[in-house]
Structure formats: structure tokens, C-alpha cells
């Protein structure tokens, strides 16, 4: 499977990834250099393998549900770029 | 003592210990030396006065008969682990400035056994790369040199400022992360031992995720007994990592110099490439030899899953990294760039944020889990995957104790020399390194000789899971027959 131009500007809005005009032909041919390398995969028998899930058998461990921390609005909003009384500023989503 | 960089971190430990050398004093040469190796570009962020704070402490508890495994030992910490109150990029410019309020539990764990941050090591953005060529910082220089030639060279990667910092004796020892080599990649490149442990030994909480199930921390040191040392303080169950095993971390000092008489070697003939290097084939044979010096039996043994290995990693691990990485939107931390509205803002700060090779990662792993290409890509290399760790087991089970392969296809290469028009070139370096990621198993680098051209190459020794003892067994065999590598004379000092 290759992808054309289309499928590149698609597959770069899906990733929240803006790219130039300049940037899809270039792009193109390294995501279809990528997908050429991974073609050979399509060879091999899988019939009745079961997809990995997990490296190692271990059972998901789940801890109790209950609050372990909390109050530290400060630190939470410290890296934020905008920040306004402990909430995250973003531009403008609802009109 | 003449020159207090010189010991290996089992040497500071015990001079440290015998009160032969302060922290303090250690931590001042390390610190003197890293300034004058700036040029090597190995560290992203230096922190002189927190070293020097920690030393004095360290001191304070030496002298009170309180001191930890590690008291006083400066070490260098991957940029990709979070540390409390430094900065911590994943070589990124979108995470440039970004200064957790927590501290990785693995990095935790070390200044629990006193051990020293001399600061924060360079690396492939956000561990994506063979060469460190990748960071928004600048690559990193190995202190390694061809032959009659300074042509700067990579020192491997991602973790390529670990590798280097330690080959340059800038530290005792450093952090490090592997997914597809990158532990032990750069550590075959420098001439330094690597291991990357089981999947779960070491806790993934506060280590910038790149791809989760493939995620391992490690050490990066001068000798098999400083990783040994290191892997132990790294190693333990943490509850805030759900992945984590549960199982107490054992004493891997005492498996180094254990006999490996006895033991089965597995030789796996898929690993023997076309068209490898002679000198390549040559080393292997060589470490086969000195295993059998040391009363081990090798065994040819088929991982017929081999080829498949590094494609299906290309699916698995972009995939999971488009989606790690989901969270760098310029909202909760690092950078933003402007947009007219939202996802404008989105678009242009992720454009802006990360580089080339992350981009093209991203987007090969947003497009294996679009709609109408998931069974077709991911879901088949995690069936792939199953194949790959099949085969292993069957080694394992025929009696095989530890398998010992080639480290890296090549020695270092110089900067700017692979991948820049087919990103797959680069790729090509894993290859040996690879499956023992798809499959979970622990793997270590170990030098064992030099290449024509006079630099490091490396053996990987690849285990059981949960079994690093044998690995440092086996790999502390080899380190004491190779030839000793001499570390690069201070030409950038």
C-alpha cells in the first residue's frame, strides 16, 4: 500500500500536524519508503495467532478507587503557556 | 588519588566508603570535567550547585555510618526521565522549559541510595533515533575518533548522551531508555556496557513515554559490575506503574563472576545476515570462543521470526508514540503557537514543537490505526509480535540459557553520514536489538573488541525474562576476555 498527497494532508490534520504545501511531496515519499520496509509483513502466515496484548503474562493490577492526592492546583497549571485562577486558557471553542 | 575520574563507579564506591575521597571532592572533578567537555554536547541541562548539595549530604551520611549503596556517586540522567524541579525537554523543543513538580521513580530510587545528579543528558527527541542527530539540542559528539581522522562521530542513540558521557568519563554512570536499542546501540558505539532489563523490572512512571509496551529503563556504565550495581538500585516494583513487575530486585553484584560453566549458549543462525560485515562475524565467533574457554557449550538455534522483527516494531511503535505524544497540544505545558482557533493552534504548535523524523513517526502511526488500515497494519504486527516471542520461548524451553549475538551492525558512523534521504537507513541499526523489545526480554551490550578503524564493538547477550543475573554472568565473562578497551585520550578537554 502507498499513499498519494490526499491521504498525507488526511493523515496529517488526523495527527493535529500542519504541514506546507512544500512539505507533502517530501512527506510522501518517507511515509511510503516506511510503508514499502513494513510490506513484507502482509507474507506472513497469522492465521489463529492471537495479537500480543501483553509482553509478559501479568494480570492487570488495579489499585483501590479512592482519592490519593489532590490540592496542588499550582503545580498542575505551573508549565501551563496560559493559565488564568487555575484553569488552562485555550482560544475561544464554543461561539 | 591522581585523577578521581579515572575509577570506576565500584571504585569511587569503595574509596568513598573507606573515606579515601569525599563526595564532595568527586562531585568537584566531575563537575570541572563536564565544563571543559561542553563541546561534546552531552548534556542539555548541568546542575553544579544541586551536585555539590547532594555530595555534602552524602558526606554527612558517609561520616554517620548512614550511607547507601550508591552514597556519592555523580551520575548523568537521561533528559527523558522527569527530576523534580528541572527542566526535562525528551529533546524537544515542545517540551523546552518544562519543569516537572515530581520526580521519575526510577530517578527517585537512586538519591535514595545517595547516588548524585550532575544533571540532565542529551538525546534523540523524545528517544526517536539511532544517533542523537534527532535533538532539538544539537547532536552529540562521541569522544570516540577513527583512526587518524577527527571527523566527529555519533555516539549512537537515542541515548546518546548517556553513551557519551560516560565513555568520557563525565560520570560514574547514567540513566538511559531502550524501546528498539537504544541502550545498547549507543553503548556498543562507545565502547560501554548497557543493559536493558526485562519489560517491568524497572518502573516507567515520570519517563516520558515514546512507545509503552516497548519502554524499558536501564543503566549505562564503564563495566559489566557498575551496570550490575546501578540496575539494582534502578530495579523494583512500583505501584504508580501498573506494568510493573512485583518482584524484589536481586543482588546482580553477586551474579557477576559467577561460573558459567555448564550453561548453553544459544547461536541464532537468522541473526548471521547477508552481506554482514567480516568483522562483524568475526567478533561473534571470537565471543563464542571465549565462551567456550569458560566451559559454556554453544547451541545453534533458529528464531525464524527474526526478519519480521524490525518492520512490525515500525507499526507497533509509531502507533503507540501517535498516541503518547497526543498530549503536547500547547495546552497543559511547553509550547504554543498561535492559531485562529483551537485545532489552528493544535496544528501549529505540534508543527512548530516537534522535528522532522517525530512528525514522520507520528503520522505513520496515526495512519496504521485509521480506520480501514488497523487489522492490516497494528493488528498484525501485534500477531507477529506473538510469533517473535514464540520463538524465544521455544529457545528457552529446548534448555538455552542466554543467546549472544552481534550488538550492532556496524561500528559508529559519523554525523550526517546515514538516513537523511531513506529514514529506513537508520532504522537498520536495531536490528539486532529489536526483538528483544518485541518480545520483552532483558538484553545487554557489552565491548568486545575494536573495529578496523579503532572503534568500540559490541556483543548483545540476551536472556530470559527476569533473568539479568545470567546476563551479567555471561557479559562479565566476555568483559574480562575482550582485549581492554582504552578509553579515547581528553581531545575535547
Redesign the interface.
Known amino acids: 500500500?502507498s499513499?498519494d498527497q490526499a491521504?498525507?494532508r488526511r493523515?496529517?490534520?488526523?495527527?493535529?500536524?500542519?504541514?506546507s504545501d512544500d512539505d507533502v511531496p517530501h512527506?510522501q515519499d518517507?511515509?511510503n519508503?516506511?510503508?514499502r520496509?513494513?510490506?513484507?509483513?502482509?507474507a506472513?502466515d497469522?492465521a489463529g495467532?492471537?495479537?500480543?496484548?501483553?509482553?509478559?503474562p501479568?494480570p492487570?493490577?488495579?489499585?483501590l478507587d479512592a482519592v490519593t492526592d489532590g490540592s496542588?492546583a499550582d503545580?498542575?497549571i505551573?508549565?501551563?503557556?496560559?493559565s488564568e485562577d487555575h484553569f488552562?486558557k485555550?482560544?475561544?471553542?464554543v461561539e | 588519588m591522581s585523577d578521581l575520574t579515572e575509577l570506576t563507579l565500584a571504585g569511587a564506591r569503595d574509596a568513598l566508603a573507606t573515606k579515601k575521597i569525599s563526595a564532595l571532592e568527586l562531585a568537584a572533578a566531575q563537575i570541572s570535567d563536564i565544563e571543559k567537555a561542553r563541546g561534546l554536547n552531552a548534556f542539555i541541562t548541568e546542575t553544579p550547585e544541586k551536585a555539590l548539595a547532594m555530595a555534602a549530604q552524602s558526606d554527612l551520611r558517609i561520616a554517620r555510618g548512614e550511607a547507601g549503596p550508591l552514597e556519592g556517586i555523580p551520575l548523568g540522567i537521561k533528559d527523558l526521565y522527569c527530576t523534580d524541579g528541572v527542566q526535562t525537554t525528551a529533546g524537544s523543543h515542545i517540551l523546552e522549559g518544562f519543569t516537572p513538580a515530581y520526580e521519575s521513580t526510577v530517578s527517585a530510587n537512586l538519591w535514595r541510595d545517595g547516588a548524585v545528579m550532575l544533571g540532565k543528558l542529551n538525546l534523540d527527541e523524545f528517544a526517536m533515533g539511532s544517533s542523537n542527530e534527532t535533538s532539538y539540542f544539537g547532536p552529540v559528539i562521541s569522544p570516540w575518533r577513527r583512526k587518524d581522522s577527527d571527523k566527529p562521530l555519533v555516539p549512537g542513540g537515542s541515548s546518546g548522551g548517556s553513551a557519551a558521557a560516560v565513555a568520557a568519563r563525565l560520570c560514574f554512570g547514567a540513566t538511559a531508555t531502550d524501546t528498539g536499542g537504544s541502550i545498547r546501540q549507543p553503548a556498543a558505539f562507545t565502547g560501554t556496557v548497557g543493559i536493558k532489563p526485562t519489560y517491568g523490572r524497572c518502573s516507567r512512571w515520570g519517563i516520558v513515554a515514546f512507545a509503552s509496551s516497548l519502554d524499558q529503563a536501564g543503566p549505562i556504565a564503564r563495566t559489566v559490575r557498575d551496570a550490575a550495581i546501578l540496575l539494582r538500585s534502578m530495579a523494583g516494583h512500583d505501584p504508580k506503574d501498573t506494568t510493573s513487575a512485583d518482584l524484589p530486585a536481586p543482588d546482580y553484584e553477586a551474579a557477576v563472576g559467577r561460573s558459567i560453566k555448564g550453561m548453553k549458549i544459544g547461536i541464532p543462525k537468522e541473526y548471521r545476515l547477508d552481506g554482514m560485515s567480516p568483522e562483524i562475524e568475526k567478533l561473534w565467533a571470537q565471543g563464542v570462543q571465549w565462551l567456550i574457554d569458560a566451559g559454556a557449550s554453544p547451541v545453534e538455534i533458529s528464531l525464524p521470526n527474526t526478519r519480521h522483527a524490525l518492520p512490525a516494531y515500525y507499526i507497533v511503535a509509531p502507533a503507540e508514540a501517535s498516541s503518547n505524544l497526543a498530549r503536547y497540544d500547547g495546552v497543559r505545558y511547553g509550547l504554543r503557537a498561535p492559531g485562529k482557533d483551537i485545532a489552528d493552534m493544535y496544528e501549529n504548535t505540534r508543527a512548530a514543537g516537534f522535528g522532522k523524523e517525530v512528525r514522520r513517526r507520528i503520522m505513520i502511526g496515526t495512519y496504521v490505526l485509521s480506520a480501514g488500515y488497523y487489522d492490516a497494519y497494528y493488528v498484525r504486527a501485534q500477531q507477529i509480535r506473538t510469533l517473535i516471542k514464540r520463538d524465544f520461548e521455544t529457545a528457552f524451553a529446548a534448555g538455552v540459557d542466554a543467546i549472544l549475538t552481534p550488538a550492532t551492525p556496524s561500528a559508529a558512523f559519523g554525523i550526517g553520514e546515514k538516513g537523511s534521504a531513506d529514514p529506513v537507513e537508520m532504522y537498520l541499526n536495531d536490528i539486532f536489538t529489536v526483538t528483544v523489545n518485541m518480545a520483552g526480554l532483558p538484553g545487554v551490550a557489552v565491548p568486545a573488541g575494536l573495529s578496523s578503524e579503532g572503534l568500540p564493538l559490541g556483543l548483545q547477550v540476551i536472556g530470559r525474562a527476569f533473568d539479568e543475573e545470567t546476563l551479567f554472568a555471561v557479559a562479565e565473562v566476555i568483559e574480562q576476555a575482550a582485549p581492554k578497551i582504552q578509553l579515547p585520550p581528553k581531545w575535547w578537554a
Open positions: 500500500m499513499v491521504t498525507v493523515i496529517a490534520h488526523l495527527a493535529r500536524i500542519k504541514v512527506l518517507e511515509l519508503a516506511i510503508l520496509f513494513v510490506e513484507e509483513l502482509g506472513v497469522v495467532v492471537e495479537p500480543m496484548t501483553s509482553v509478559l501479568m492487570m493490577k488495579k489499585r496542588i503545580k498542575i505551573a508549565n501551563a503557556p496560559e488552562f485555550v482560544p475561544k471553542v
